[in-house]
């Protein structure tokens, strides 16, 4: 399972799971704010809550609350900003949330078929963001 199509296809899903955070976290003119540190961004990278596990193999690695958008700065070179990323999540959704998060994180190795689900899924509620 771990061979190239099924590589390709996970990169597939996350492109486009991401395009659709960045999408739904920003306005109709392409302005956003940072969910860690609150600065305005024109573009920003889809941060996980949670990190993406082992492999990539985390059970929330695609659930749209775990993901937000995020300045390049937060996600890429202060590690997620972490400690700013919680107070935004506990705010957003609350704690049972997190703690919901934190269970289903668990090692997940997605099936070709929940893959190709996801795949159609982000491509779809991505496009009717975009119209």
Avoid at 57 to 69: H, Q, W
Avoid at 88 to 109: C, P
Wanted: glycine share 10%; with cysteine; aromatic share 12%.
């Amino acid at each position: 399972m771990a061979g190239t199509p099924y590589k390709k296809l996970k990169k597939r899903v996350e492109h486009y799971c991401n395009k659709y955070i960045r999408l739904r976290d920003t306005l109709p003119h392409g302005w956003g704010q940072c969910c860690s540190c609150r600065k305005i961004i024109i573009r920003g990278d889809a941060g996980h809550f949670i990190g993406k596990g082992f492999g990539g193999s985390s059970g929330v690695r695609y659930d749209e609350r775990n993901i937000n958008l995020q300045c390049r700065s937060c996600n890429r070179y202060q590690e997620g900003n972490k400690l700013e990323y919680r107070k935004f999540m506990l705010n957003k959704y609350g704690q049972a949330v997190i703690d919901e998060l934190e269970r289903k994180h668990r090692t997940h190795n997605y099936t070709l078929m929940e893959l190709e689900g996801l795949k159609l899924y982000y491509k779809q509620i991505y496009r009717g963001l975009k119209i």
